[in-house]
């Protein structure tokens, strides 16, 4: 069984950074891909970033690029993101999720795993 636990998640003023981390157990996770995202009050999911674990291939959505950075460490079993340059519209429950495949997406529905979530709040 694939367990996922984040952690790392506060308040933060506008500018400021946050790193998430996804603790990850239950499986050798050297052919999966995982990802972040995130979902605001009143407003679906939607995707973050994505890194396929032994490759290191990653996948950002625009709004994350050039401020996010994913990344993984091998030897925890560990993936973060690091979130730079924080703005309010960042503000959102942010989740981990992963699939037993290489191949980065930014579909939740094809991640069968996933963690409980981890509050970010980004304060103006």
């Known amino acids: 069984q694939v367990q996922l636990v984040e952690s790392g998640g506060g308040l933060v003023q506008a500018g400021g950074s946050l790193r998430l981390s996804c603790a990850a157990s239950?499986?050798?996770?050297?052919?999966?891909?995982m990802g972040w995202f995130r979902q605001a009050p009143g407003k679906e999911r939607e995707f973050v970033a994505a890194?396929?674990?032994?490759?290191?291939?990653?996948l950002y959505a625009d709004s994350a690029k050039g401020r996010f950075t994913i990344s993984r460490d091998n030897a925890k079993n560990t993936v973060y993101l690091q979130m730079n340059s924080l703005k309010p519209e960042d503000t959102a429950v942010y989740y981990c999720a992963a699939r037993n495949t290489l191949v980065v997406v930014t579909t939740g529905d094809e991640y069968p795993y996933w963690g409980q979530g981890t509050q970010v709040t980004v304060s103006s």
């Open positions: 239950g499986r050798t996770f050297s052919k999966y891909a």
């Open positions: 890194i396929s674990w032994s490759v290191g291939r990653t």
